[in-house]
């Protein structure tokens, strides 16, 4: 089938591109470990793409999609609990039970643990914790579905206001005991990037088109973390098969606009790792309500899908090695 010609960046948006290209920003082709650079959804005085980042406002402008962004912000700027004088004390185990069950009560539908390393960090933060805890918050399927659009822009700001609320329920919670704790949540990028700590806590695993792809809810899900110095135990990576599933797919290449998703890994920042061309996808995403066409056709995704995916992988797996 012949491919459809790629999206052509609206003219006034290209003039606002910065001379630094997002590949240079986000290190690709560099094999050296580095810390990453801030590149979007920070304060846009402080980042190459500012200008392209304020752009997208003029363009996502429904009143729905709005008010949701305000209220995803307002929650997020809502005051901690100070951190109480006396650390109280437990092991590690019995901290890490009640931290978990404490994130699902709050309505998270997965919770793992990483323990903090400084290349999640962007360049300039000064925090320093042990661990980081990452809720992931399950998207209706049928509003990530309609991508591009408001309804798909609302629903994601709808579950990053609830992963604001878990993170901020679990940080004031660890602080109440006495330790020290840092939620952070969307829309806003925040000190930490929360996807290779996800992975690193067994959420998941990258998928072809950059984000992550779960066993329970496939690339249907968003992400919150607290950063916190709390005895804690580490969760294990996930592998379920996923990987293995992409190599062989291209449905995401297809579908995306921009041509943004290439079909093999490359070098970042000292790992080979699949890599969404930030400088094609960010002219679509700003220009398409914030886009996630590629999330909602990853067959992944579909309500379901992933445990049984899942399932068929880890079988031809076995089959093959035996
Ligand atoms: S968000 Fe849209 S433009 Fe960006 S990689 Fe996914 S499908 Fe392509
Ligand atoms: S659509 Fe296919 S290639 Fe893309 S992330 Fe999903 S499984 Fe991987």
Redesign the pocket.
């Given at each position: 089938m012949a491919r459809k010609e790629p999206f052509q960046p609206n003219p006034e948006q290209l003039k606002l591109a910065p001379d630094i290209s997002g590949r240079e920003i986000n290190g690709v082709g560099e094999s050296g470990r580095r810390r990453p650079t801030r590149i979007y959804w920070h304060d846009p005085d402080t980042i190459a793409h500012g200008k392209m980042q304020l752009w997208f406002y003029s363009q996502n402008n429904s009143a729905r999609a709005a008010e949701a962004r305000r209220i995803a912000y307002q929650i997020d700027a809502l005051p901690l609990p100070d951190i109480a004088g006396k650390k109280e004390q437990a092991p590690a185990g019995e901290w890490t039970a009640k931290v978990k069950e404490l994130a699902l009560r709050a309505s998270a539908e997965s919770v793992g643990i990483a323990r903090m390393r400084p290349e999640w960090l962007f360049e300039g933060s000064d925090l320093d914790y042990r661990w980081i805890i990452i809720v992931a918050m399950k998207m209706d399927f049928d509003n990530l579905a309609q991508a591009p659009s408001v309804t798909t822009s609302v629903e994601t700001m709808a579950q990053y206001s609830r992963g604001a609320k878990i993170a901020k329920t679990v940080a004031g919670w660890i602080r109440e005991r006495g330790w020290d704790a840092h939620p952070h949540c969307g829309p806003a990028s925040g000190p930490v990037l929360l996807i290779p700590a996800a992975i690193e806590a067994g959420i998941g695993q990258l998928?072809?088109?950059g984000?992550m792809?779960s066993r329970q809810h496939?690339?249907n899900f968003r992400l919150a973390g607290i950063m916190t110095d709390l005895p804690l135990i580490a969760d294990e990576p996930a592998d379920f098969g996923?990987d293995d599933?992409?190599?062989s797919?291209?449905?995401?290449?297809d579908?995306c606009p921009p041509l943004a998703?290439g079909n093999e890994k490359q070098m970042v920042r000292g790992d080979r790792k699949?890599y969404t061309d930030f400088d094609r996808c960010v002219y679509y995403f700003n220009e398409n309500m914030s886009c996630a066409i590629?999330l909602a056709?990853?067959?992944?995704?579909k309500p379901g899908a992933a445990p049984k995916l899942a399932e068929k992988m880890l079988r031809r797996r076995q089959k093959a090695g035996a």
């Open positions: 998928g072809k088109h984000s792809i496939g690339s996923s599933f992409c190599q797919c291209k449905i995401c290449i579908a998703i699949w590629c056709v990853c067959p992944w995704s």
